[in-house]
């Protein structure tokens, strides 16, 4: 749990990082996915550094993802938000609201109720059939970032947004299915495509798009599903008696990660302290 903690720290402060670099680079002229954007992000340092966070806190999710069942770790990363919110006040001098700061709490104590109340992870390896419908699903992450590419700012933030957060529940998933080294296990494609994939889908939504819209779709998209699998076809468990609190805890945890949706790109300030045009626009959106 420690390391699912310091994860979602990691991630929320990458985030930070990651999205004053990419409202930094011009963006592309044509329709559809930016892929050249993530390279023009790179070259920035700020990004680099998230990056690095980023690769940090999948380490640790790895650790979480090997001992802890999948929704607690899925609900662990969707918590990020409140990290990056919290952050984001200090340094960036980004105002709360009082719903937002309840919420930060909320997301607190819906991790604390699946500490308390989530049991060991299943020891099911997975069968044949969902290790090959896993990279299915990696390919239909690409499928959503073809499709959402090509649709409105609105609708398109959202479709990306979901496409980045399966891409992401394909990785937390293919962590748990890991076997040895075997090239010929399609699960190490399906986290290649998948994660590749959701990293260019995310930061085109965020920086094109509504970062609220895309952000509930990725937290929508990297926990339910990860958790329905998880539970349903590798056996993960609660402590006996507590199913019921353990879900209590997750749909708060998880409801308390979407008010924070504006943060999953934290806004820009100048010099002087002012927020950027990215923070008012979303201001003007809402929570």
Known sequence: MICALASSVCFGAASVLEAMAARAVTPGTGGGVDVALLWRALRQWRYAAGLG????GFVLQVVALRTLPIYVVGAATAGSL????????RLLRVRLSRTEWTAVAV???GLALLALTSGKEGHRDGSDALRWALLAASFGVLLLGVV????????????????????????????????????????????????????????????RGSVTTATAGTVLGETIGPAVVGVVWLGDTTREGLGWLAFVGFAVAVAGSLTLARFGEAPVVDPEGDLGDAAVTEAKEGP
């Open 53 to 56: 966070l980023d690769g940090l």
């Open 107 to 109: 997301v607190c104590a």
């Open 148 to 207: 959402g590419g090509r649709l409105a700012d609105r609708p398109r933030a959202l479709v990306l947004g979901l496409g980045a957060g399966f891409g992401f529940g394909v990785v937390e998933v293919a962590v748990r299915l890991f076997d040895g080294v075997d090239f010929t296990d399609p699960v190490w494609y399906a986290l290649l495509i998948g994660g590749g994939a959701a990293f260019v889908l995310l930061t085109s939504a965020l920086q």
């Open 82 to 89: 409140a990290v990056t919110a919290v952050i984001a006040s």
